[in-house]
């Protein structure tokens, strides 16, 4: 069984910072990789950032040198921290985990990130 909980969406001007958190509770299951997706009202859902099972990072162009995943091995936490953002960031984002056993794609329930004046 594996459980995405995610936290720290909200309303952010433009050139404002978010860090969205999510804690994962797994039993059973091996993950693979861990990473953020988001999806905007009619359009694709897409990976934003992620963790290979290596842990290396990969990130989307849009976001290179504003965004930053991290995780917290102990705390079983990964997080996403967003810098200078922009109305087009906006987006219902989504914590992903890759894992052993069915369904192997995991989602969280997904926390709403509205950059706006």
């Known amino acids: 069984q594996v459980q995405l909980v995610e936290s720290g969406g909200g309303l952010v001007q433009p050139g404002g910072s978010l860090r969205l958190s999510c804690q994962a509770s797994i039993s059973g299951v091996s993950i693979y990789a861990m990473g953020w997706y988001r999806q905007a009202p009619g359009k694709q859902r897409e990976l934003v950032a992620g963790?290979?099972?290596?842990?290396?990072?990969n990130y989307a162009d849009s976001v290179k040198g504003r965004f930053t995943i991290s995780r917290d091995n102990a705390k079983n936490t990964v997080y996403l921290q967003m810098n200078s953002l922009k109305p087009e960031d906006t987006a219902v984002y989504y914590c992903n985990a890759e894992g052993s056993v069915y369904p192997y794609d995991y989602w969280g329930q997904g926390t709403q990130v509205t950059v706006s004046s």
């Open positions: 963790f290979t099972s290596g842990g290396s990072t």
